[in-house]
């Protein structure tokens, strides 16, 4: 049955790419139809389909949505006082704007969500990387490729924790693994998408307001993104299970520091401070507050309506039964890393959640290391990068972070499939050959 689930899940997948792509469906409609046709499929009640759906809505709206509206609020910000026009005059010349884009991601990829950090980091993208479909492209798979191999990830910190393999050696071998993996994502993205800027709406702005100090509003963007940034890493620690970071009442301490409410206030409140923006009526739904709103509403609602499917998926049990499957593979040698990194890859491609791959893959491999020839610290490091690999690959429709990036490439959802989706394959397939080729020195 879980065979014929998949197949359903990947009909579904593809019927919403054609609707939006070729039909001009609305997105959200789009996925709300087909979560709701998938758990229909899958054999699940009305009631289980409306409650699961309604559920996953909830929690990915309350985990993110927050977060996307803090983002939108300071991207009119920035428009208002000239700060990304400025950005990107000052870009403008540079030969190699990707890749100062890369290392952004690279660092924002250490955050507790990948999707979180890019929603943060999204209006500082529309200055310094021209606000191209290129330039979202580049940031998104930066943020994927660290944030499944550098601690403290909490794909990755769950993922060493379970095999209780060396953090030591995980930095050692996954940072230049992950920088490896940015370097595949810039190369693919400079080969798929343009990296023409796309202007600034500042047809809304009141006159005289919309270059007001820009140098300064751009220097207070960047305080701002990088304030937010540090908060959502330092939550990151609080996945830490022991003293003195992630114990006792110093673990509520850190996560509330990463809360989508404190991000929206700090992020939105820093910038007016700092840039010194007062726009006359900016509060009102003419202002800057109000077109932040209409422009974060409907990607709120496509995050939900992700989370929905996700939650549907994880409850017909279909994606640890399909990886279930695999584990009477035993490949020998340098090999064996294929099936921690397969585990975690089907697991996160049919239910959407890196985090959840990453313990479940885990959890699966814990008695197996040693039966594929992986009990050591470097074969139990190495299992455990695989797995964040794969917790990382194959990113979409079931994944905010798919729907952040097309919304800022401004891309239908067939044409993310066809760059970020299958660039996340890429990258996964990079990676698991390069730990492999690490297995062969470190055995």
Same mark, same amino acid.
């Given at each position: 049955m879980s065979l014929y689930q998949a !197949?359903?899940?990947?009909?579904?997948?593809?019927? =919403? #790419? /054609?609707?939006?792509?070729? *039909?001009?469906?609305?997105?959200?409609? +789009?996925?709300?139809?087909?979560?709701?046709g998938f758990g229909y499929a899958a054999g699940m009640s009305t009631s289980h389909v409306g409650k699961a759906f309604g559920l996953g809505f909830a929690q990915s709206v309350n985990a993110l949505g927050l977060t996307v509206v803090a983002a939108a609020l300071m991207a009119e910000i920035a428009d208002a006082t000239g700060a990304t026009a400025w950005?990107?005059?000052?870009? !403008?010349?540079?030969?190699?704007?990707?890749?100062? =884009? #890369? /290392?952004?991601?690279?660092? *924002?990829?250490?955050?507790?969500?990948? +999707?979180?950090?890019?929603?943060?980091?999204?209006?500082?993208?529309?200055?310094?990387g021209g606000d191209s479909p290129r330039s979202a492209l580049v940031l998104g798979l930066s943020l994927s490729a660290s944030h499944g191999l550098i601690i403290p990830a909490p794909v990755m910190l769950a993922s060493l924790t379970i095999l209780a393999a060396d953090w030591t050696l995980s930095v050692a071998f996954g940072l230049p693994v992950a920088v490896l993996l940015a370097l595949v994502g810039l190369g693919l993205a400079r080969a798929t998408t343009s990296g023409e800027a796309l202007p600034v709406d500042t047809a809304a702005t009141i006159a005289g307001t919309s270059l007001h100090a820009p140098r300064r509003g751009a220097w207070a963007l960047w305080l701002a993104s990088a304030v937010l940034v540090g908060l959502l890493i330092t939550q990151s620690l609080g996945d830490i299970a022991s003293e003195p970071l992630g114990g006792g009442?110093?673990?509520?301490?850190?996560?509330?520091?990463?809360?989508?409410?404190?991000l929206l206030i700090v992020g939105t409140g820093l910038l007016l401070?700092?840039?010194?923006?007062?726009?006359?009526?900016?509060?009102?739904?003419?202002?800057?507050?109000?077109?932040?709103?209409?422009?974060?509403?409907?990607?709120?609602?496509?995050?939900?309506?992700?989370?929905?499917?996700t939650k549907i998926a994880q409850?017909?049990?279909?994606?640890?039964?399909?990886?279930?499957?695999?584990?009477?593979?035993?490949?020998?040698?340098?090999?064996?890393?294929?099936?921690?990194f397969a585990l975690a890859a089907i697991v996160k491609t049919l239910q959407g959640s890196s985090l959840v791959a990453s313990i479940t893959a885990a959890g699966m491999m814990m008695e197996l290391v040693g039966p594929l020839g992986l009990d050591d610290p470097a074969g139990r490091t190495l299992a455990a990068l695989a797995i964040g690999a794969g917790a990382m690959t194959v990113s979409h429709i079931n994944d905010g972070l798919f729907w952040l990036v097309g919304q800022a490439a401004r891309l239908p959802a067939g044409s993310v499939l066809a760059r970020f989706s299958l660039a996340t394959a890429v990258q996964g397939m990079a990676a698991l050959a390069a730990l492999?080729?690490?297995?062969?020195?470190?055995?």
């Open positions: !197949a359903y899940f990947a009909v579904a997948l593809v019927l =919403l #790419a /054609l609707a939006v792509q070729r *039909g001009r469906v609305q997105p959200f409609l +789009a996925l709300l139809v087909a979560a709701i950005l990107q005059h000052a870009a !403008a010349g540079r030969r190699r704007r990707s890749l100062p =884009l #890369a /290392l952004i991601g690279l660092v *924002g990829g250490l955050a507790s969500t990948p +999707a979180a950090a890019f929603a943060v980091l999204n209006p500082l993208r529309r200055g310094f009442s110093n673990r509520e301490f850190l996560i509330a520091l990463g809360r989508p409410t404190l401070l700092l840039s010194w923006h007062w726009e006359p009526g900016g509060l009102t739904e003419e202002g800057w507050a109000g077109r932040a709103i209409r422009r974060s509403a409907g990607l709120v609602l496509l995050i939900g309506a992700a989370g929905g499917l409850e017909t049990g279909m994606p640890e039964m399909n990886a279930e499957r695999l584990l009477g593979i035993a490949p020998s040698g340098a090999l064996a890393l294929i099936l921690p492999i080729v690490l297995r062969l020195f470190f055995h």
